[in-house]
Each structure stands twice: as structure tokens, then as C-alpha cells.
């Protein structure tokens, strides 16, 4: 009986602290979501992630050599940071958290321009990133 009233409290407690501030999460819709533009000036294929600061990384797709694509997704928490592997490279080392992110809002778009790809692992990145315009 003790363990059932247990179960119900944190149900309760957590309903009750979801329900503020429905700004972030996976469900906060299409009107909330952002924009990552991915430009990638480098010879080489990246796949992008947003690295949330909550601690979600969550996978945006590939882009190509030398083009720009476009990524739509819910924000997670109110930082975040773009995160890459690059080329077949895939699964080679576990990626390092960020020590920075930058401040989001629903409906924001950021631009996320990779300069260059340095070192012999490739890991080490040289990114620059910008709002564009400014959301809720």
C-alpha cells in the first residue's frame, strides 16, 4: 500500500511540475519549434545534432560537402549546441558534452556555419553560429 501511495505522489508531483512552461519539451509544437541552418563549408560529409543542454542530443541529419540544409526541431531545454561526426567516421569515440550552449527561444532560427575540420580525428571543429531571428 505504501509503495502504491508512493507511485501516485510522484505522479502527482510530476504532472504538477510538467504543466508550467510548456515552452520546452518534445511537445511543444509546431509554432515553438526552431530552425538550425547547417552550413557546411568543408569537403566532407557531417551529421549534425543539437546537443540540448537538458542533456538530450538529438540527431538532424546529414549534410552534404559545400551545401546548406535546414533543420526543424522542438526545443528540449533553453540552451543547446550543434554537435557533429563527420564523414564514415561514425561511432569512432564517445563525443564530448559541450561547455557552452546558447540561449533559445521558441521560434527562433540560428544559423551554424562549420569553417573547418582540424586534426587527424576530425573531431575538433571550427564553428561559427548566429541568430537570425529571434523567436517568442
Given at each position: 500500500m505504501l509503495?502504491?501511495?508512493?507511485?501516485?505522489?510522484?505522479?502527482?508531483?510530476?504532472?504538477?511540475?510538467?504543466s508550467?512552461?510548456?515552452?520546452?519539451?518534445?511537445?511543444?509544437?509546431?509554432a515553438g519549434?526552431?530552425?538550425?541552418?547547417?552550413?557546411?563549408?568543408?569537403?566532407?560529409?557531417?551529421?549534425?545534432?543539437?546537443?540540448?543542454e537538458s542533456?538530450?542530443?538529438?540527431?538532424?541529419?546529414?549534410?552534404r560537402?559545400?551545401?546548406t540544409?535546414?533543420?526543424?526541431?522542438?526545443p528540449?531545454s533553453?540552451?543547446?549546441m550543434?554537435?557533429?561526426?563527420?564523414g564514415?567516421g561514425?561511432g569512432?569515440?564517445r563525443?564530448?558534452?559541450?561547455?557552452?550552449?546558447?540561449?533559445v527561444?521558441?521560434?527562433?532560427?540560428w544559423?551554424w556555419?562549420i569553417?573547418?575540420l582540424?586534426g587527424?580525428?576530425?573531431?575538433?571543429?571550427d564553428?561559427?553560429?548566429?541568430?537570425i531571428?529571434?523567436?517568442?
Amino acid at each position: 500500500m505504501l509503495r502504491k501511495l508512493l507511485f501516485v505522489s510522484v505522479g502527482i508531483l510530476t504532472g504538477c511540475a510538467s504543466s508550467g512552461g510548456a515552452d520546452f519539451g518534445p511537445d511543444a509544437g509546431a509554432a515553438g519549434d526552431i530552425d538550425m541552418i547547417i552550413r557546411n563549408q568543408t569537403q566532407e560529409v557531417v551529421t549534425a545534432f543539437a546537443w540540448w543542454e537538458s542533456g538530450a542530443r538529438v540527431r538532424l541529419g546529414d549534410v552534404r560537402p559545400r551545401s546548406t540544409r535546414t533543420f526543424t526541431t522542438s526545443p528540449r531545454s533553453q540552451g543547446v549546441m550543434l554537435s557533429l561526426n563527420v564523414g564514415e567516421g561514425r561511432g569512432s569515440g564517445r563525443p564530448v558534452r559541450p561547455e557552452t550552449y546558447v540561449d533559445v527561444s521558441p521560434g527562433d532560427r540560428w544559423e551554424w556555419t562549420i569553417n573547418a575540420l582540424q586534426g587527424a580525428t576530425r573531431a575538433a571543429n571550427d564553428i561559427t553560429y548566429r541568430r537570425i531571428s529571434e523567436g517568442n
